[in-house]
């Protein structure tokens, strides 16, 4: 297991959209490297001072790269450290160095946070031999526990903001996903819809075309409608699909457009009944209906064979909105609920919203879709 997690870990790609360098970073150098000069020309317990100093201020400029080269940035600082506790070692002074260097824990932080799974390692390696010089250079008992809390501490703070990012960075591309499953729907329903009206108007016009020339022109100016609106509506679609592609957004349709999908000739008849005060309904119901009729009427003009009627109707009560359609045609043997992206469709997003959707043969011949949905959501 172990070995595993190591291997996961030495495997990690580096953390995505690291920051550039940023005006406050110049700033935190101007800080480290006033407070180093300070620190060096005060305090008076200071070994090798100008040497020190000019360490401690030398590196300060280091923190400008620690999003972007954190590795280098930790091999740098750390083996500076490294150096100065071989140079207490063999010169025999205690603790050569400025407290103020202790701004190189940042770089611990931003090599979890920002570096790759072998980066972080090699970086942490440096660190802990680095940390066990300085401890046996100048060892003073139990306040050294604190400089290796504090190591601990900035590369935890790393390692947590790191996967709190990388949470919220999946679920946006989970949410992203599902909208495009949710887009790709639309599209479905959208094209079925239009290209199925065309397919209608075409047979109309064959069937009219000898003897009434003049209603075979007019079915082919319905196909020219038609497929400019499909081609319209599937090139927006498109471009919502494509990544990092502009949208253009409209207002979804709903029950207030139901309307639309009503026409009287050629046959089918296809008959509208919504009630007047179905306004307030929630978004996500208002354009659920609306696909549904739509689907439903696809599909009943693409099986219904020798249908004269198709009804849509919606009801509201207790709660509850229904939407029933319906046609008189004769059933399709290939036509089954268990079958086809138009009724799984339908039922998921049936289900989604809390609904039940049924579809099949009606006793009184003809095909039924009827689905319930909650007029209030939860959210």
Not at 147 to 163: S, T, V
């Given at each position: 297991?172990?070995?595993?997690?190591?291997?996961?870990?030495?495997?990690?790609?580096?953390?995505?959209?690291?920051?550039?360098?940023?005006?406050?970073?110049?700033?935190?150098?101007?800080?480290?490297?006033?407070?180093?000069?300070?620190?060096?020309?005060?305090?008076?317990?200071?070994?090798?001072?100008?040497?020190?100093?000019?360490?401690?201020?030398?590196?300060?400029?280091?923190?400008?790269?620690?999003?972007t080269h954190p590795l280098a940035c930790v091999v740098v600082?750390?083996?500076?450290?490294?150096?100065?506790?071989?140079?207490?070692?063999?010169?025999?002074?205690?603790?050569?160095?400025?407290?103020?260097?202790?701004?190189?824990?940042?770089?611990?932080?931003?090599?979890?946070?920002?570096?790759?799974?072998?980066?972080?390692?090699?970086?942490?390696?440096?660190?802990?031999?680095?940390?066990?010089?300085?401890?046996?250079?100048?060892?003073?008992?139990?306040?050294?526990?604190?400089?290796?809390?504090?190591?601990?501490?900035?590369?935890?703070?790393?390692?947590?903001?790191?996967?709190?990012?990388?949470?919220?960075?999946?679920?946006?591309?989970?949410?992203?996903?599902?909208?495009?499953?949710?887009?790709?729907?639309?599209?479905?329903?959208?094209?079925?819809?239009?290209?199925?009206?065309?397919?209608?108007?075409?047979?109309?016009?064959?069937?009219?075309?000898?003897?009434?020339?003049?209603?075979?022109?007019?079915?082919?100016a319905v196909i020219e409608g038609e497929a400019s609106r499909?081609?319209?509506?599937?090139?927006?679609?498109?471009?919502?699909?494509?990544?990092?592609?502009?949208?253009?957004?409209?207002?979804?349709?709903?029950?207030?457009?139901?309307?639309?999908?009503?026409r009287r000739a050629p046959v089918p008849v296809v008959d509208?009944?919504?009630?007047?005060?179905?306004?307030?309904?929630?978004?996500?119901?208002?354009?659920?209906?609306?696909?549904?009729?739509?689907?439903?009427?696809?599909?009943?003009?693409?099986?219904?064979?020798?249908?004269?009627?198709?009804?849509?109707?919606?009801?509201?009560?207790?709660?509850?909105?229904?939407?029933?359609?319906?046609?008189?045609?004769?059933?399709?043997?290939?036509?089954?609920?268990?079958?086809?992206?138009?009724?799984?469709?339908?039922?998921?997003?049936?289900?989604?919203?809390?609904?039940?959707?049924?579809?099949?043969?009606?006793?009184?011949?003809?095909?039924?879709?009827?689905?319930?949905?909650?007029?209030?959501?939860?959210?």
């Open positions: 297991m172990t070995t595993n997690a190591l291997s996961s870990l030495w495997a990690e790609p580096r953390a995505t959209d690291a920051p550039e360098r940023v005006s406050r970073d110049w700033v935190l150098v101007g800080v480290l490297i006033v407070a180093a000069l300070l620190e060096g020309v005060l305090r008076d317990d200071v070994a090798w001072r100008p040497f020190a100093t000019s360490v401690a201020v030398g590196l300060a400029p280091v923190v400008l790269w620690r999003r600082a750390f083996g500076t450290v490294m150096a100065l506790g071989l140079a207490s070692l063999l010169g025999g002074a205690p603790s050569v160095g400025l407290d103020t260097m202790i701004y190189i824990l940042v770089l611990v932080y931003a090599l979890v946070r920002w570096g790759s799974g072998r980066e972080i390692v090699i970086g942490l390696a440096v660190v802990a031999v680095a940390a066990g010089i300085g401890t046996v250079a100048d060892y003073t008992g139990p306040a050294d526990l604190v400089g290796g809390f504090a190591i601990l501490a900035a590369a935890a703070g790393g390692a947590a903001f790191r996967y709190r990012a990388e949470s919220w960075r999946r679920a946006l591309e989970q949410s992203r996903s599902e909208e495009r499953v949710a887009l790709a729907r639309e599209l479905h329903d959208m094209v079925a819809h239009h290209v199925s009206a065309i397919a209608v108007q075409a047979q109309a016009g064959r069937a009219t075309a000898g003897q009434r020339p003049e209603a075979a022109l007019e079915a082919l499909t081609l319209a509506e599937m090139r927006a679609m498109v471009r919502v699909l494509r990544d990092g592609a502009p949208a253009e957004y409209a207002p979804q349709p709903g029950v207030a457009d139901l309307g639309s999908l009503a509208v009944v919504v009630p007047d005060d179905l306004a307030g309904l929630p978004p996500q119901v208002d354009a659920a209906v609306y696909r549904l009729a739509q689907e439903a009427l696809t599909n009943a003009l693409r099986h219904a064979r020798n249908a004269s009627r198709v009804e849509i109707q919606v009801v509201e009560g207790a709660g509850r909105l229904r939407l029933r359609v319906t046609d008189d045609g004769q059933i399709d043997p290939g036509r089954s609920v268990n079958h086809g992206f138009g009724l799984v469709g339908m039922t998921e997003r049936v289900q989604l919203l809390g609904g039940t959707l049924r579809a099949g043969p009606a006793p009184e011949g003809g095909w039924t879709v009827d689905a319930e949905l909650p007029t209030e959501v939860r959210r």
